[in-house]
Structures are given as C-alpha cells and as structure tokens.
C-alpha cells in the first residue's frame, strides 16, 4: 500500500499525547511510524481525573485490562455526578449513567413516571435508576456479565505513565526535550518538523498537537484561532490540590455550586482529587484559595496548584497537517468530565478518516463538521447547567440566570419545559436520560408529557412502575459497598 501519511509526531505527552500514541500504535501499528516529543521540565497540567463511560470502550477496543488499569492509576468506580446547590441552595440530585425505566419506542420512560406521578402512583424519578440508586447507597460490583454502566476516578499522572508503558513496546519513539520552533513548508504551508531544544530535528507527515493550552503548532505556528465561549461559561480559574482520604471512597464524583462557581471533589483509592472552579470577575485568587482549604478534608498532600483557561474551541480541530487534541484542542469545563472522551473519540475519528492516500480538504471539512457538531452539543449540556437556576444569592448566579443561550440550547429547554421531549441526535454524546437528569435536576419541570402513560389503567401503571422500582431496590441491596469491591477487585499497586 502507497501510504503517503506514514509518520505520524506527537508533540506533548500529557493524557491526550499518550490515548495518541496508545491508540494509534495499537489499531494502527504496523502503518505508522511514531513518535512522541514530551518536555519533563514543562510537565503536564496534572488534573482531570473524572471520567464517563465511554472510558471503557476507549480501553476494550485497544484492549486494556481494566483491573491492571486500576490498580496502576489507583482508580475507583464512578456511577455518576453527584450536583449539590446548582438549581437551589440545599438542592442535590445526581446525573447518573444509567438508564432510567424501561423507555419504549413510543417516548422515554419520564413520560410514563409523569402520568404516574399525576394520579399517585409511584415514587421519585431517582427510583427507577440502577446506577443512580447504588450510587446513592455507595455500592458497587461488576463482571463480564453486569450491564452496569460506570466509569472511573484515576489519577492523571500514573494514567499517562501506564499509557507510555502500553504504547512503547508498541513501537512508539519516545523524545524527551522542548520543542523550540515549528518548521513550516514554504509552499504547502504544512508543517514540515519540529526542533527540539537539543537540536533534534523531527520529520513528520501528520502532527497531533497536545501540547496543552500552549497549543504550540495548532495556535503558535498555524495561528488556527480561537471560537470563545465565556458569554456562557465565564468560569476562568481553578484551583486544585490533593489530600489525603479520610474515609472510604464513593463512586460518584461531587460538583459543589458556591456563589462565584463550584468545586469538585474526586475519590481516588489514596486520595481524594480537590478543585475550586471560580470566575476572576467575581472571586479573587487568594479568597478562593482560603475557601477551598476551608472546605478540603484529610492531610494536604499537595500545596494548591492555579490553573487560568479560557473557555472555547479551536476554530478547526484539523488544520492543514495538524490535528489539536486535547487542551491544545480547547476547554470546555470540566463539569461533566467531557475532556478525556473527547480526545478518545477525536482520535477514534482520526482512525475511521485516516488520510492514508494524503490529506485532502474533503477528509478534513469532514473530521472538523463532526468535531463542531460534538463539541457545540457538549457546551450546551454544560451550559445548562448554570442557565437553568433559581439561585438568586449573588452576582456571579444573576448572570448564569439572565444570560442568552445559544439558540440550540433555548430549543431545547423550551421542548423540555412544554412537552417533557427530549432527544439525543447523531454525534451527541448526551443521551436522553442525561438531559432528563439534568434538566429536572436543575428544577426544570414540565408543564406537559407524552399520554402514553394513559394507556394504562391505574393498576398496570402501578404494576409496571413498582416491577422496576423492587428489582432495582432488590439489586442495590444485594450489591457490595463501593470501598468493599475496590479492595478485592483492584487494590491499588503503590501508595
Ligand atoms: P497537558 O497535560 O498540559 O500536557 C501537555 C504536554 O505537552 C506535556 O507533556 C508538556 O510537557 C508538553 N509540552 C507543552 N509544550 C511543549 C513544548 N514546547 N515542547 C515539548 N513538550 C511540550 N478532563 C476530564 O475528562 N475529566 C476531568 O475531571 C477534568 N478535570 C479538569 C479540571 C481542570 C481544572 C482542568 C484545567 C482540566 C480538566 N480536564 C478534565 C481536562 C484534562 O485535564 C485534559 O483534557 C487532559 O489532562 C489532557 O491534557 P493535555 O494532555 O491536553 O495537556
């Protein structure tokens, strides 16, 4: 095969450089020739520990051994987000990743619970959800044959360590230096190579940059530009520090709102991963870090560490030879934990469309048309988040509640309020059920459902509502606490 793309850079080794390398030297070995360029005295941005599950697809198809994977990145299992104080004050609800109901190809399952709901039978949403319930419980088993669906808190750094120890047998050329400049073809305008601070010169047909918020070749050689979103997410800061667990570790993550934005909380098997998320504009740097040591609990094993990103995206994903991936690629906030799927899918793409027989223009618009759509649907998601509140406590909560959404969002939150519909198109990583959770969450109710709830009478409503309701109570009961099955199935291999 005359394969014109053959050697393939990979400038930065933070998670998104080594899913690069990992998963382009497994499914794609024996075609590519790579390597990666990381710089030790750079170093990487060091969080983003929360994942969803599309994380263990990401491992099946490039066959990593889940248990070997926890136990080197001292995982846990995460059911869901547990979002505390974002509709109103005092509020909770979980954004879990299960299923909710039996959905019927009619309408969803909420449209059945809310016909229920209008006659008395029935109890909560949260009922009618596995992973929700267990959550809530802190329990947790799985096995080949368990239809759960989870995913995982692991710790950045070994993640990337266990990634290069995956993808260097695999073939993958390992540089350790700076880059210092990014050569460009005269004609073409593609990048030809990279030099490196020890004077290497490294050739390459494709470059992935994932170089971080740098963006050295995306944005510092290509001058790509920046779509900017801080109309709608205005968050700016974070503040992140590890300490020690004091107790046992649950499997969901927490996302905290305080009046100037939220702060996560991450459980690891050692340790628990902290950050404040804040908006400059409304809270200064040294009141935020007071309040996050306020809030952390158990030993401090890491000094807090500011991390200052602008939210947006890369006016294309794929330019010219370049292809941005991760940090490089843009931020989203890291309220859903979006970042690590969107590098595993963007590289998923980047397989599907290899350019073996060159780049063409029709392949990039492609890849980028696919990027956009994905990404602009997350962003909704997220903004949601801060759009649909009755919180009225402070400046930074007025402005989340007064400002104009994107049109696509204003759909549909109007969809949902009138008629309860919700949706989950090609390309959208949101299913149904995360929209509903969200939504209804947040304290979006509707005015309006489906009637196919109504085709029941009373009693074969109660009956279908309370069969799923007791397996799901049966099954959580039955499960083992969440702490109990980390330290059977995976315990982590160092502290
Ligand atoms: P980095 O980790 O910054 O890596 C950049 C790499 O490039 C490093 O190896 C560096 O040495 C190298 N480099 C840079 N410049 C040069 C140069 N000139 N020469 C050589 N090498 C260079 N994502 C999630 O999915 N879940 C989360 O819970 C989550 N939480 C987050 C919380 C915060 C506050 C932030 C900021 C992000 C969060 N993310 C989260 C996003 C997640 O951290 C990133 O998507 C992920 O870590 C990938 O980062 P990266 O590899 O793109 O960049």
Redesign the pocket.
Known sequence: MDNKVRRIVI???????WIAAAALSRLLGPLLDITL???DD????G?????IPTHRTFHHLIGIDERKFMKATQATFKLGISFENWGQIGDRYIHSFGQIGRPNWMGDFHHIWMAGQEQGIGGSLDDYCLELKAADAEKFATDEKSRISYAYHLD?SRYARFLRSFAEPLGVVRKEG??IAVNLDGESGFISSLTMDNGDVVEGDLFID?????G?LIEGALRTGYDDWTEWLFTDS?L?VQTRSTGPAIPYTRSIAHDAGWRWR?PLQQRVGN?L?YSKEFLGDDEARGRLLELIEGEMLTEPRL?R?QTGRRKMTWNRNCIA????SGFLE?LE?????L?QNTIFRLIKLFPFSGIEDAIVQRFNDQCTVEVERIRDFIILHYKATKRNDSPFWDRCREMAVPDTLTHRMEMFRRHALAWQDGQELFRVDSWVQVMMGQGLIPEGHHALGKLMNPDQLRRALDGIRGNITRTVAALPSHQAFVDQYCPAMES
């Open positions: 400038a930065g080794g933070g998670t998104a450089g360029i990381e710089s750079i170093g990487t941005v969080v983003g520990e929360a994942t950045a700076k880059i994932c170089t971080g918020f740098r050295v974070a992140a991450i950050g998320v991390i990103y991936l991760g940090l490089a890291p934990s979006t970042s690590i799927h590098i």
